[in-house]
């Protein structure tokens, strides 16, 4: 199957600092990438579509400047949570799809101090 | 509004013993359901794809089926490395098909 990286698999920042999340599709390439959160015990929320070349589609109350997506190659998007507070601590997941079926990375766990 | 359900929340097995999860869903029209599997702090891992009711897809001890209204994951004789949570999502037709609309999930737990 499809593999798709992310880096960091875990981050710990502190208030107010802003944190880069990495999202690879390691053996295809991938116009279009997912960026979803999930809170712990709770099923994943799709935050916005990462399109290369173009602006990301953001979800309906998600904020787009605190959410900085860029999808600057056929192989990486990249994440930046900016002005992180504790809120915002979670686990970020990622995907990537070369056909039909979306493929995740490892997930990446935001800890905000 | 699209809504995908999925029961039992939370599933314990003895090992050998078979059971079905299931995932209900509500969209103006399916383009495609899938089924993942999710380790704690991990990634989904992708198992089936289905496109439309009677398909079934089988690998190892899974056999996923799908009807105009659910889906249904069967384990037969599950071993304690299935313990997992079980998430189903939906694609919908319409204007945005690449987005995936998740459950809750079915954590299971199979014991020796």
């Known amino acids: 199957g499809a593999v798709v990286s992310q880096h960091p698999s875990w981050v710990i920042c502190k208030s107010g600092t802003s944190v880069k999340i990495e999202c690879r599709s390691l053996d295809f390439q991938a116009t279009t990438m997912f960026w979803y959160r999930q809170f712990p015990k709770q099923s994943l929320m799709l935050m916005a579509t990462?399109?290369?070349?173009?602006?990301?589609?953001?979800e309906q109350g998600v904020e787009k400047d605190k959410f900085l997506i860029n999808h600057a190659s056929l192989t990486l998007s990249t994440l930046t949570v900016t002005s992180a507070h504790p809120e915002d601590s979670s686990f970020y997941i990622c995907?990537?799809?070369?056909?039909?079926?979306?493929?995740f990375g490892p997930g990446t766990r935001l800890t905000v101090t | 509004e699209d809504q995908v359900t999925q029961s039992p929340e939370a599933l314990r097995l003895q090992e050998g013993e078979s059971s079905s999860l299931n995932c209900s869903y509500t969209v103006s029209g399916l383009r495609g359901l899938f089924w993942y599997r999710q380790d704690p702090g991990k990634g989904p891992e992708f198992l089936f794809t289905?496109?439309?009711a009677g398909e079934e897809k089988e690998k190892e001890r899974l056999k996923a089926t799908l009807t105009k209204k659910e889906s249904f994951l069967h384990i037969t004789a599950p071993k304690p490395e299935d313990s997992a949570t079980y998430l189903c999502?939906?694609?919908?037709?319409?204007?945005?098909?690449?987005?995936?609309?998740f459950g809750t999930g079915t954590r299971l737990q199979v014991f020796p």
């Open positions: 999502a939906v694609q919908a037709l319409g204007l945005n098909t690449d987005k995936l609309i």
């Open positions: 990462s399109n290369e070349g173009s602006k990301a589609t953001y």
């Open positions: 995907s990537a799809r070369p056909l039909a079926e979306q493929y």
């Open positions: 289905l496109y439309s």
